[in-house]
């Protein structure tokens, strides 16, 4: 087969969609399969790894600024006028590269399905991923005065509410790795769940494995555990509620230090707040690294306070480096880490209760070294590679098959 991985989101990037759509060519290519990848390089849409396969975004985008009318109730508000020019401008781009050439195009967001489903083939089946409720993050920012305020905030919602319908209905397939967004995708957008394919999402473990053991510069400081997060450095990840109830553990202990392993929109204002709280010594910002899993091949106990998650890559990453997480209860993470068992869970946004479990897991050495190693154990029966490109394959024969 000749598959099209494309989303309107940049390529490559750090978050859990690069690595899903790594993990898919990899594992694709690894059975004989020919895999391109599409997305977005800030001026143009680009296929990743063919320098010579772009569109610049100049060529569409004053057409489009032409079409798209001010005087239109819709465009006004600039979060909608950008999504849509931007969601043209790949469908215009996708058009001018041509797809058919592909036996199967699988979208990773809802905007690209719903570019693509216009311009492809009629042949060719089109299988979207949806990593995460577009409607509900930006929801969520609104709520919490996140970013460039919209002029209409209600009309920001039904706009990207009305997006993820047509992205989902618009597909033949839909592939969550979550119960929990399968259950928000059916209750909210009433997308269809006889469309709906539920496969969690896996790794390398092999590879992951062998870069774990490489040598590595950085030493944990003596006699102190490493707290780690590896997370993007934007409000939805709940870095904010990490930092606040590090603040309040510093205040009862000081054998840890923290490492945050990322980069983002929000670090400068979370590296203010470490400062003000007097922590700079122990909450040391890394930026975004190539080495996570040496950096988690030392350290001692994981935490994910995310405020929404589908399912973490992170912790599945903390998980095989057989480390404890400690992890807020969002959306599926709680699919994952099972409390008490393989790591704790605390309630979205509750830093004192997220502050107990690591005071529990900084105290008691058996109990963090029982609960990672359960970890590990969870992670190694149900994060492999091969299952998750298996189910993929088999939903790609069903549909080319009907």
């Given amino acids: 087969m000749k598959v099209l991985l494309v989303t309107i989101f940049m390529i490559p990037h750090v978050g859990g969609l ?13 059975h004989g399969h020919q895999v391109d990848m599409i997305g977005d390089g800030l001026d143009r849409f680009y296929m990743y790894g063919e320098p010579n396969r772009e569109v610049h975004k100049h060529h569409f985008k004053p057409m489009l600024e032409h079409k798209l009318p001010a005087s239109s109730v819709i465009f006004t508000d600039q979060w909608v006028r950008y999504a849509e020019s931007e969601r043209l ?18 979208a990773q967001d809802v905007l690209a399905a719903s570019a693509v489903s216009r311009i492809k083939p009629q042949r060719t089946p089109l299988i979207t991923s949806i990593h995460a409720s577009l409607a509900l993050t930006i929801l969520d920012m609104l709520h919490a005065g996140q970013g460039i305020q919209p002029s209409h905030a209600p009309l920001v919602w039904n706009y990207y509410k009305t997006i993820e319908y047509v992205g989902g209905t618009s597909s033949d397939r839909i592939l969550l790795a979550s119960q929990w967004l399968k259950e928000v995708m059916i209750s909210q957008f009433t997308l269809p769940e006889s469309n709906i394919s539920l496969i969690p999402y896996a790794m390398d473990i092999a590879a992951f494995e062998y870069r774990m053991q490489l040598g590595h510069s950085i030493t944990p400081p003596s006699g102190k555990k490493v707290i780690i997060c590896t997370s993007r450095l934007s409000y939805e990840k709940g870095i904010h509620v990490l930092i606040e109830g590090l603040g309040k553990l510093h205040r009862i202990r000081q054998d840890w230090v923290c490492w945050l392993v990322g980069d983002g929109d929000q670090r400068s204002l979370y590296e203010q707040r470490v400062h003000e709280l007097g922590m700079e010594e122990v909450v040391l910002f890394w930026g975004a690294r190539d080495d996570v899993p040496q950096l988690l091949g030392l350290a001692d106990i994981f935490v994910m306070p995310s405020l929404m998650e589908t ?9 095989l480096a057989a480390l404890p997480v400690v ?47 359960h970890a590990r154990t969870w992670a190694l029966e149900h994060r492999g590679l091969d299952n998750m490109v298996q189910q993929v394959t088999s939903v790609y024969h069903d549909e080319l098959t009907k």
């Fill in 18 to 30: 690069w690595k899903y759509m790594l993990q898919v060519k990899q594992g694709l290519e690894a």
């Fill in 89 to 106: 401008c790949l469908e215009l781009s996708l058009a001018s590269m041509g797809l058919e050439q592909y036996d199967i195009i699988h």
């Fill in 311 to 319: 399912l973490s890559y992170s912790v599945m990453e903390a998980q």
């Fill in 327 to 373: 992890s807020s209860d969002a959306g599926g993470l709680k699919e994952a880490v099972q409390h008490g068992v393989n790591g704790l869970l605390f309630t979205v946004g509750n830093d004192d209760m997220m502050l107990s479990h690591l005071n529990i897991l900084l105290e008691d050495e058996r109990y963090r070294q029982e609960l990672g190693g």
